[in-house]
């Protein structure tokens, strides 16, 4: 039985924190299990996931191909972890199945693959590439009038590859208004702030020039997440832009905001000290 399957909208936000306190737990424990992993980004971007797959995406994990469902593409796909343990409380995969994280010839490796693992869209981790595919998912349900949705979840310092301006310029030019990319806007990418290697504030302004429509949130409040998101199409023919303002490492004292922890794996005594923080981090 999945203890995570029930309707959301009875205590739709504290339920949505909930869950993102248990994807937290669980993806620090897979990366100390299997002794590698991004436990700094699962952090950052599990309230964005659970928001995501708990209260907006229009899916079925029952019929994970079924040809009507919204698409969700994790380009920041060396956070595994953090998309595998949503999935798992959706539903698409047995919870029990995470233990064999990054395990020899299990399907949970280390950057998703969409021909082994339900709910999967893309296979993804080089950096980059995820907003290409998504508009050209976008672009395909455009032109075959279809009602499903593109959402898209990057990496703050992946917008540093020039693919995703390409993307960019691609979806205002076709108007793909069905298209909402997410920015884990945590600052830090591996070895240093972003902003110390490439400067990309004004971020919004220049999503903006390139003629997004453009939403900035905390993203870790799962109530103003949720209604950002339910929100899309912001302006109609403008591809939408959430500009999520996060933490690296969110939840756990001594990870939060800490560039070593980017790719690092807890020792015994750090895991405990994690789970016992995120344990008592969630109030009424």
């Not at 490439?198 to 919004?204: D, G, K, Q, S, V």
Request: proline fraction near 5%; charged fraction near 20%; include cysteine.
């Amino acid at each position: 039985m999945n203890i995570y399957a029930e309707n959301l909208e009875t205590g739709a936000v504290h339920r949505l924190r909930m869950l993102a306190r248990d994807v937290r737990r669980q993806s620090l424990s897979m990366v100390h299990r299997a002794k590698v992993g991004h436990p700094g980004g699962d952090l950052s971007s599990a309230d964005i996931l659970v928001t995501l797959y708990f209260g907006v995406l229009r899916i079925d994990p029952g019929q994970p191909k079924a040809s009507d469902r919204d698409r969700f593409i994790m380009s920041k796909g060396h956070c595994s972890g953090a998309l595998y343990t949503t999935l798992a409380m959706k539903g698409f995969f047995p919870i029990t199945e995470l233990a064999e994280y990054m395990q020899p010839l299990a399907r949970l490796n280390g950057h998703p693959n969409a021909t082994e693992v339900p709910g999967v869209e893309a296979n993804t981790g080089p950096l980059g590439h995820g907003l290409p595919i998504a508009t050209g998912a976008a672009l395909a349900a455009k032109l075959d009038g279809a009602a499903w949705r593109t959402f898209v979840l990057t990496g703050d310092g992946e917008l540093q590859e020039g693919s995703n301006w390409e993307a960019v310029m691609t979806a205002a030019q076709y108007e793909l208004d069905n298209l909402t990319l997410i920015v884990d806007r945590n600052g830090i990418q591996q070895g240093a702030p972003t902003e110390s290697i490439i400067r990309m504030e004004p971020l919004a302004d220049k999503f903006r020039a390139f003629g997004w429509a453009v939403r900035e949130v905390d993203g870790h409040d799962c109530g103003a997440l949720l209604e950002t998101l339910r929100a899309t199409p912001f302006e109609a023919g403008r591809p939408n832009c959430v500009i999520a303002r996060t933490t690296k490492g969110k939840g756990v004292s001594f990870i939060e905001n800490r560039a070593e922890w980017h790719h690092h794996v807890p020792t015994d005594g750090e895991l405990a000290a994690a789970l016992r923080e995120l344990e008592s981090g969630i109030d009424g």
